[in-house]
């Protein structure tokens, strides 16, 4: 069975500065690898997926994420946080890019706190 | 832009009662989930459709029930509403092609009491 796992419940970051949130997966192939941020009160918004080939992936709002398949891991990483990057924050994987009958497989959440 | 219309964005019922969420999307799009989200459990999977009348369970379908009598409408059934069913529930679709992924409605907060 897949799952994810996000190890940080909470995070505080200074506006300005650089970010990481782990991510570490476990499924048996080749993932479909997401990273959505969801805002107080609304849906999830997709920042970036991964499904094949460059392992570095580029979203939006400046996000990137990398695929390393030796850790089973999709980190992802802001160089300069603003503001309104405050929010929870989910990393899934997937059979499939919708998830097809299993569905994505979500992590619990990281929520990020930005200080001024 | 999903084009995903939940309704209602909130209600609350009693335990025992049935409750009908509903999911309109705008596109076309064959592949429509629903998913509850619970603190500390992130989002689960509680049915999908993979076109009219095509729908199947997933993780957590006990006590649910989904219909899809046309492309843009899925809804979401609790035949008997619990406190456990307290939730926000979340519908998705899928865009076309095959790497097209999950795009999410802004959501359902329900409340059982």
């Known amino acids: 069975a897949q799952s994810v796992t996000q190890p940080d419940i909470h995070i505080t970051v200074s506006e300005g500065a650089s970010l990481e949130l782990r991510c570490n997966y476990s499924?048996?192939?080749?993932?479909?690898l997401f990273w959505y941020v969801q805002s107080p009160g609304q849906g999830l918004q997709l920042l970036l997926k991964?499904?094949?080939?460059?392992?570095l992936v580029q979203g939006i709002k400046g996000f990137e994420a990398e695929f390393k398949r030796s850790q089973s891991s999709f980190n992802l990483r802001k160089p300069s946080v603003h503001w309104s990057d405050a929010a929870e924050y989910f990393c899934?994987?997937?059979?499939?890019?919708?998830?097809?009958?299993?569905?994505?497989?979500f992590g619990k959440g990281t929520h990020l706190i930005i200080q001024p | 832009d999903a084009g995903i219309t939940q309704s209602p964005r909130h209600k609350v019922t009693e335990t025992g009662t049935p409750v009908t969420l509903r999911c309109h999307q705008t596109?076309?799009?064959?592949?429509m989930y629903w998913y509850r989200q619970d603190p500390g459990h992130g989002l689960r999977l509680i049915h999908y459709?993979?076109?009219?009348?095509?729908?199947d369970k997933g993780e957590v379908s006990d006590g649910y029930s989904v219909s899809r009598s046309k492309t843009e409408d899925f809804l979401l059934t609790l035949e008997s509403a619990t406190s456990s069913q307290t939730s926000v529930y979340f519908c998705?679709?899928?865009?076309?092609?095959?790497?097209?992924?999950?795009?999410f409605g802004n959501g359902t907060r329900l409340t059982v009491t």
């Open positions: 899934a994987v997937g059979a499939e890019p919708g998830g097809g009958a299993d569905g994505l497989t």
């Open positions: 499924y048996g192939a080749t993932p479909y």
């Open positions: 991964y499904f094949s080939g460059d392992t």
């Open positions: 596109e076309n799009h064959r592949y």
């Open positions: 459709s993979y076109g009219v009348k095509d729908t």
């Open positions: 998705a679709n899928q865009g076309q092609g095959n790497n097209s992924p999950l795009h």
